[in-house]
């Protein structure tokens, strides 16, 4: 049975030639238009479709004005189409607070300038999406800005189950992700406080419009400083760098330093930021050292680095099919047996912390 769509979007080219992509793959069923959120919203009401694609302004009631109603409502998971710009940014991440699960970009040469290419990893996002229409669609309710400026203490974690015993001692949390991610992020990032012990590194498949964007939200969210990585930062404590969209992350000494290097990609790495750019770099520099996590995200990207970090004696943890928007990347480390744990999300953050 194919995966049913709706397609939202004031322009009528728009959605004619979305919903001739859409329909064009088998697994895919486009059962319905809506040019604006509020035709949206009774169209959900009354298709129940799989997945929703969304545009974010349009007249009569808004994408992220439609994307909170239909949450309330008749939960779905939500794609946004999103302007690769510092405005669009803020408004995919309003977007994503209000319940959407993931974005692509509105220009489909954005995704990639192969037409056919661009074609096929739009299906599939969709249909990643919308095959798993009984995903919990979770929320979390962001902690107080800067909590621990402010004297307040971010709220007591529930007790999560303790994966197995690790083999060497923690000096950084690297964690990657990709479809899903932005959420999973967030969820996971509160939930560590304002002492955290050790430096922690994002990876987010992200273009480079929205990673500062992303990074100031996070960091208004959490007891824990983030910021996008810059060249020549240092690893501290209680501090996550998140790698800018469009480079790629690595570690390396200088000046009898640990310090961040941002780099441009070579031939071969499809991933703008990669995790196993990152976890590779990391392996070298933190053998048996290092608690890697991979969150929700299409694909296998942070596998092969996540085997070269289990190789060298570190630790590495997998989100659950169950908690996971898309089940690719965390899939790729349990098939490969490289998991030490397998966890819902609304147990990681808590156990990183308990455990570091």
């Known amino acids: 049975m194919p995966v049913r769509v709706l397609v939202v979007d004031d322009s009528g080219f728009f959605r004619r030639r979305l919903t001739e992509m859409l329909n064009a793959d088998t697994r895919l069923e486009v059962v319905g238009t809506a040019a604006n959120g509020a035709e949206a919203v009774e169209q959900v009401a009354k298709l129940r479709p799989d997945v929703i694609t969304m545009d974010i302004e349009m007249p009569v009631m808004d994408g992220i004005s439609a994307v909170r109603r239909i949450m309330a409502t008749s939960p779905t998971p939500t794609l946004m189409f999103s302007s690769l710009t510092t405005d669009g940014a803020k408004a995919t991440l309003d977007a994503l607070d209000a319940g959407a699960v993931d974005y692509l970009p509105k220009k489909f040469e954005d995704i990639s300038r192969d037409a056919d290419e661009a074609k096929r990893q739009l299906c599939e996002r969709v249909y990643s999406v919308g095959a798993k229409r009984g995903i919990r669609l979770q ?113 390396e000494h200088r000046g009898g330093r640990v310090v961040v290097r941002i780099g441009e990609s070579e031939p071969g790495q499809n991933y703008k930021p990669s995790v196993d750019v990152t976890f590779t770099s990391v392996a070298k520099l933190f053998a048996g050292q290092t608690l890697a996590v991979v969150l929700t995200g299409m694909g296998a990207d942070g596998r092969e680095g996540a085997r070269l970090l289990k190789q060298g004696g570190s630790s590495v943890w997998a989100q659950d099919e169950a908690s996971c928007v898309v089940y690719g990347m965390p899939a790729a480390i349990v098939d490969a047996g490289l998991a030490d744990a397998v966890l819902p999300l609304s147990d990681i953050g808590a156990a990183i912390s308990q455990r570091v």
């Open 139 to 251: 929320r979390t309710v962001p902690t107080p800005l800067h909590p621990q400026r402010t004297g307040m203490a971010p709220a007591a974690p529930r007790p999560a189950p303790m994966p197995a015993a690790r083999r060497g001692h923690y000096k950084l949390v690297a964690i990657g992700t990709s479809t899903g991610g932005p959420v999973a992020l967030q969820q996971v990032l509160t939930k560590l406080p304002g002492n955290f012990p050790l430096p922690l590194l994002l990876i987010q498949h992200m273009p480079g419009s929205f990673t500062p964007a992303f990074a100031q939200r996070l960091d208004q969210q959490c007891a824990i400083t983030v910021k996008e990585a810059q060249d020549g930062d240092e690893l501290k404590p209680a501090t996550a760098l998140l790698a800018p969209g469009g480079k790629q992350m690595l570690l």
